[in-house]
Nanobody, 121 residues
Framework: QVQLVESGGGLVQPGGSLRLSCEASGSILSINRVAWYRQAPDKERELVAQITSIGTTNYSDSVKGRFTISRDNAKKSAYLQMNSLKPEDTAVYYC???????????????WGQGTQVTVSS
């Protein structure tokens, strides 16, 4: 069984920074694409950033230049560095990863439980 656990959310003032972490555990052979999504109240979940197994990244236009996604394969972890935060970045942030099981060798999509980010003065 694979689990993703996010951490690092919280309350921050506009212009501030936060770093989210996503750690995977369980029977993992490898982790392919990892992505961060967010969902604000009364809005659909949206893709924020993603990173491939070889480190290729892309970002939504709304966060480009402010957010940076990274990963540490040895630690089975991914990160989202968020700078110059704005009130409109307020949302629950979710980690999503495509994980190859060490048991079945099958790839499945897994989600974390989410972490709240609130940008407010």
């Amino acid at each position: 069984q694979v689990q993703l656990v996010e951490s690092g959310g919280g309350l921050v003032q506009p212009g501030g920074s936060l770093r989210l972490s996503c750690e995977a555990s369980g029977s993992i052979l490898s982790i392919n694409r990892v992505a961060w999504y967010r969902q604000a109240p009364d809005k659909e979940r949206e893709l924020v950033a993603q990173i491939t197994s070889i480190g290729t990244t892309n970002y939504s236009d709304s966060v480009k230049g402010r957010f940076t996604i990274s990963r540490d394969n040895a630690k089975k972890s991914a990160y989202l560095q968020m700078n110059s935060l704005k009130p409109e970045d307020t949302a629950v942030y979710y980690c999503n990863a495509f994980v190859v099981s060490a048991v079945t060798r099958l790839i499945n999509s897994h989600w974390g439980q989410g972490t709240q980010v609130t940008v407010s003065s």
